[in-house]
Nanobody, 117 residues
Framework: QVRLVESGGGLVQPGGSLRLSCAAS????????MGWYHQAPGKERELVAT???????NYAESVKDRFAISRVSANNTMYLQMNSLKPDDTAVYYC???????????WGRGTQVTVSS
């Protein structure tokens, strides 16, 4: 079992920055891929970025060159540095983890990010 807890969301002006954190606990040694998804009101949950144990990253086109995902194994924490934020980035951001070699997934409860002047 893996537990994921997000933090770092909030209200920011367009062009500003936020850093989200996702703290993993439990059987973290089983985790392969971790990532961030977001869901805006009335829309489906969408991929933002993922990072493998190897460090290989993948980003949605809409956030490339603005967001950076990272993962620190020593403290079982994943981060999402979000720069040059736009109103379209407003959404609930969810942390995600998938167990290695299995289709088992875990999700956090989400953290709200609001970009508005």
């Amino acid at each position: 079992q893996v537990r994921l807890v997000e933090s770092g969301g909030g209200l920011v002006q367009p062009g500003g920055s936020l850093r989200l954190s996702c703290a993993a606990s439990g059987s973290t040694y089983t985790i392969g891929v971790m990532g961030w998804y977001h869901q805006a009101p009335g829309k489906e949950r969408e991929l933002v970025a993922t990072i493998r144990r190897s460090g290989i990253t993948n980003y949605a086109e809409s956030v490339k060159d603005r967001f950076a995902i990272s993962r620190v194994s020593a403290n079982n924490t994943m981060y999402l540095q979000m720069n040059s934020l736009k109103p379209d980035d407003t959404a609930v951001y969810y942390c995600y983890a998938r167990v290695m070699g299995m289709s088992l997934e875990y999700w956090g409860r989400g953290t709200q990010v609001t970009v508005s002047s």
